[in-house]
């Protein structure tokens, strides 16, 4: 339901979910859907989701700080915060540093890259109907992830790079209806995301410090 993508399809798995816990249904209906229901979050916040959740239904995302924010120590809970997130960025650095020696000159990082495959893979169970110029009609007729989904026809604007979906928008990455449309408009993949890699990093690496002496502006 978090992940639903507009109003008909959070009522899908809301009927679902009442079969079996009506009273986790009764308990959502008592949250904003604006603070984690992804069509609504957007409406309200104009920002992309990235594909996560809140925690108001993810508590196993932060049950590792969860019983010392409860206990009568906060201290303890306020180090174990900082230490992950120490841990957390040490972990992003040393990946970053080990996909630059290990995939010198490529665009995307590897979970991108796998998934780009994965989705070029699964553009064959697409239908595509062309409506307008870079405007496709399409609906994906593989297995859903969702017991009892069905996938309805999605609008694809290659050109404004968007899907009713709202998967291309809110991940900033191409969902697998755009990537058939791309494919039955014989255009690049590559032109379907923005792959911004500032100067300095390019540079620098990403080793921390200052500037070199010789690029630091004179006052």
Request: aromatic content about 10%; charged content about 30%.
């Amino acid at each position: 339901m978090g992940r639903s993508d507009c109003e008909s399809d959070y009522k899908v798995f809301e009927k679902e979910l009442e079969r079996t816990k009506a009273a986790a249904v009764a308990y959502l209906n008592g949250i904003d859907k604006a603070h984690w229901a992804k069509y609504k979050y957007q409406e309200h916040f104009k920002l992309p989701t990235y594909g996560e959740t809140t925690s108001n239904l993810a508590e196993q995302a932060n049950s590792w700080i969860g019983n010392e924010c409860r206990s009568a120590k906060p201290l303890d809970a306020f180090a174990i915060y900082f230490r992950k997130r120490s841990e957390l960025v040490s972990g992003k650095r040393q990946m970053g540093v080990d996909w630059l020696t290990k995939r010198m000159g490529a665009e995307l990082v590897p979970q991108l890259s796998s998934e780009c495959k994965s989705l070029v893979i699964a553009t064959e169970q697409c239908k595509v109907t062309p409506c307008m110029e870079g405007a496709y009609n399409m609906i994906f007729l593989g297995k859903s992830k969702h017991s009892g989904f069905i996938h309805p026809w999605r609008l694809v604007d290659l050109q404004a790079r968007e899907c009713t979906c709202g998967n291309w928008q809110d991940k900033k990455f191409p969902c697998v209806r755009a990537v058939a449309a791309s494919v039955k408009e014989g255009q690049a993949l590559d032109t379907l995301y923005d792959a911004k890699v500032p100067p300095e990093l390019g540079k620098r690496g990403l080793k921390p410090g200052p500037k070199p002496k010789h690029k630091r502006k004179k006052t």
